[in-house]
């Protein structure tokens, strides 16, 4: 099992406690080959292997600091951007509640003045029909009363201008006696 030095070092492992051990499994740990070629490789770049991997490891940790900073910061983000939605959400649900409610409302209320105004039409058709009812029988009462004034005057003058025709033929009869009397006469 392999545990990482305080000092920064490559990790040691703590199961092969065999001389040389250590050191093979040090540069077998940073990568180099096993045996002889591993431990000149480890004297020659062992020290910079190291270096780099420590400043690989800052780095890593570093970047993982990063990381973890950016995560918070986009979570808080989130969270005051889901915080305003909510907020939003609920601003405009009430704005809806109450347009609907206003809108309820009106319709209460148109629908009242338009029961209303089909009253006021129902009454006054009625009194137009009441109107023009009373008006026909008028009408027709005035219509009736002339009718019989015209046949009065026709018979009227019908007597007369029969009288007038018995006249003239009593004056006919007149002159042709008359005239029937001078014609003897001469």
Same mark, same amino acid.
């Given at each position: 099992?392999?545990?990482?030095?305080? @000092?920064?070092?490559?990790?040691? /492992?703590? +199961?092969?406690?065999?001389?040389?051990?250590?050191? $093979? *499994?040090?540069?077998?740990?940073?990568?180099?080959?096993?045996?002889?070629?591993?431990?000149?490789?480890?004297? #020659?770049?062992?020290?910079?292997?190291?270096? /780099? *991997?420590?400043?690989?490891?800052? %780095?890593?940790?570093?970047?993982?600091?990063?990381?973890?900073? %950016?995560?918070?910061?986009?979570?808080?983000?989130?969270?005051? #951007?889901? !915080?305003? %939605?909510?907020?939003?959400? /609920?601003?405009?649900?009430?704005?809806?509640?109450?347009?609907?409610?206003?809108?309820?409302?009106?319709?209460?209320? &148109?629908? !009242?003045?338009?029961?209303?105004?089909?009253?006021?039409?129902?009454?006054?058709?009625?009194?137009? =029909?009441?109107?023009?009812?009373?008006?026909?029988?008028?009408?027709?009462? &005035?219509?009736?009363?002339?009718?019989?004034?015209?046949?009065? $005057?026709?018979?009227?003058?019908?007597?007369?201008?029969?009288? @007038?025709?018995? =006249? $003239?033929?009593?004056?006919?009869?007149? %002159?042709?006696? +008359?005239?029937?009397? #001078?014609?003897? *006469?001469?």
């Amino acid at each position: 099992m392999a545990n990482t030095s305080t @000092n920064g070092t490559s990790p040691k /492992t703590t +199961t092969d406690v065999r001389p040389g051990a250590g050191s $093979r *499994n040090k540069e077998r740990d940073l990568g180099f080959a096993d045996g002889d070629l591993g431990r000149i490789q480890g004297l #020659l770049f062992g020290d910079s292997v190291r270096i /780099t *991997n420590q400043r690989l490891d800052t %780095l890593e940790q570093a970047l993982l600091g990063a990381i973890s900073d %950016l995560r918070a910061d986009m979570e808080k983000g989130l969270a005051k #951007l889901d !915080k305003q %939605l909510t907020g939003e959400k /609920t601003a405009r649900t009430e704005a809806i509640a109450e347009t609907e409610a206003k809108l309820a409302g009106d319709t209460k209320a &148109a629908k !009242k003045a338009a029961a209303k105004q089909q009253a006021e039409i129902e009454r006054t058709a009625a009194k137009f =029909d009441e109107s023009l009812t009373s008006l026909a029988a008028t009408a027709n009462a &005035a219509l009736e009363q002339t009718r019989q004034d015209l046949w009065s $005057r026709i018979d009227l003058t019908e007597k007369k201008l029969q009288s @007038n025709k018995v =006249d $003239r033929d009593a004056l006919a009869t007149m %002159l042709a006696s +008359t005239a029937q009397q #001078l014609t003897e *006469n001469d």
